[in-house]
Nanobody, 124 residues
Framework: VQLQACGGGLVQAGDSLRLSCAAS????????MAWFRQAPGKEREFVAC????????YYADTVKGRFTISRGNARNTVNLQMNSLKPDDMAVYYC??????????????????WGQGTQVTVSS
């Protein structure tokens, strides 16, 4: 299974971006699909996920209220709408898929499949 992410770019603080990720296998409907990000010199951190168990969206506190994750009708795609971007949001964003349980959704090691990463740059 391959994940293909796109949508990154250079924006100013306060602007919006929409990231998209598509899995090559339609059986991905049974997987949690998530977005993580990694800034230079920092560990990869959880941003948001569409959990496979209850279909709900879960967010990191740092993006709650500004970012929205959604799954496509085909269930093998996931989008991340990012509004009110801040310089602190600047990072490489990765989509990921895994058969996680709720207690593990925040941890990258529980995701099996990863996209190639897309750069988000936010200027102040």
């Amino acid at each position: 299974v391959q994940l293909q992410a796109c949508g990154g770019g250079l924006v100013q603080a306060g602007d919006s971006l929409r990231l998209s990720c598509a899995a090559s296998d339609r059986s991905f409907s049974g997987y949690t699909m998530a977005w993580f990000r990694q800034a230079p010199g920092k560990e990869r951190e959880f941003v948001a996920c569409a959990f496979r168990g209850d279909g709900r969206a879960y967010y990191a506190d740092t993006v709650k209220g500004r970012f929205t994750i959604s799954r496509g009708n085909a269930r093998n795609t996931v989008n991340l709408q990012m509004n009110s971007l801040k310089p602190d949001d600047m990072a490489v964003y990765y989509c990921a898929g895994g058969k996680t349980i709720l207690s593990t959704i925040h941890f990258p090691e529980y995701y099996t499949y990863w996209g190639q990463g897309t750069q988000v740059t936010v200027s102040s």
